[in-house]
């Protein structure tokens, strides 16, 4: 059964700050992976896709990395402001076209 | 192009009672799906649909029912609903070729 965990749960920095959110998935079985963004009461926002054949993926101060042989997929953010407060969420995309989810990761940007 | 319209965004319910979830997409997705997430569990996919008239069960789909008549509609059935369903419920949609998913905002649902 496919797993997907996201490092670190929870994360604060000061604005200007450049960071990296993980994602690791323990089968590299999968066709595609989607980041989301989640703002409280809210729904889902795709930020970005890598596809299975894709090493990157890049929008705006975003760029998401995918190695599917190792499992893992990191989301960096740039220049990180308040308005980007929120839970990231990493989904890889299986056989079936489901997407098995990470539990998140909290960031806060203090201004 | 609205994407994925889900109503209602809250309702309370009472132990027993039933209800429909209505889900609505207009950008001819074949594939839909219904999640629910809750605290310290993340997103659980409950059931899905590759196309008109297909559904099929995914992780936790006791006590629900779906069923595709149109591409366009994806509703979810709570037949006698129990505290434990108190949750909030997104429906998605994408192509089949995998190309990503667009979500509902949700609707948030208490069971007393």
């Known amino acids: 059964k496919q797993e997907v965990t996201q490092i670190p749960a929870a994360l604060s920095v000061p604005e200007g700050e450049n960071l990296v959110l993980n994602c690791s998935f323990t089968?590299?079985?999968?066709?595609?992976l989607q980041w989301f963004r989640q703002d409280p009461g809210k729904g889902l926002t795709s930020l970005l896709l890598?596809?299975?054949?894709?090493r990157e993926q890049t929008s705006g101060r975003l760029n998401a990395s995918l190695d599917k042989s190792s499992g893992r997929s990191t989301l960096y953010i740039a220049a990180s402001q308040p308005g980007d407060s929120a839970t990231y969420l990493c989904?890889?995309?299986?056989?079936?076209?489901?997407?098995?989810f990470g539990a998140g990761t909290i960031l806060r940007v203090k201004s | 192009n609205a994407g994925v319209t889900q109503t209602p965004k809250f309702q309370v319910l009472k132990t027993g009672q039933s209800m429909t979830l209505q889900c609505a997409q207009d950008?001819?997705?074949?594939?839909m799906s219904w999640y629910r997430q809750d605290p310290g569990m993340g997103l659980r996919l409950i059931h899905y649909?590759?196309?008109?008239?297909?559904?099929d069960q995914g992780e936790v789909p006791n006590g629900y029912n779906v069923s595709r008549s149109t591409t366009e509609d994806f509703p979810l059935r709570l037949l006698s609903a129990a505290p434990s369903q108190t949750s909030v419920y997104f429906c998605?949609?994408?192509?089949?070729?995998?190309?990503?998913?667009?979500f509902g905002s949700g609707t948030r649902l208490t069971v007393v």
């Open positions: 998605a949609s994408s192509y089949t070729d995998r190309r990503g998913y667009t």
């Open positions: 089968d590299s079985a999968i066709y595609n």
């Open positions: 890598i596809q299975s054949s894709q």
């Open positions: 989904a890889v995309i299986e056989y079936g076209n489901k997407l098995v």
């Open positions: 950008m001819n997705h074949e594939y």
């Open positions: 649909s590759v196309g008109a008239g297909i559904t």
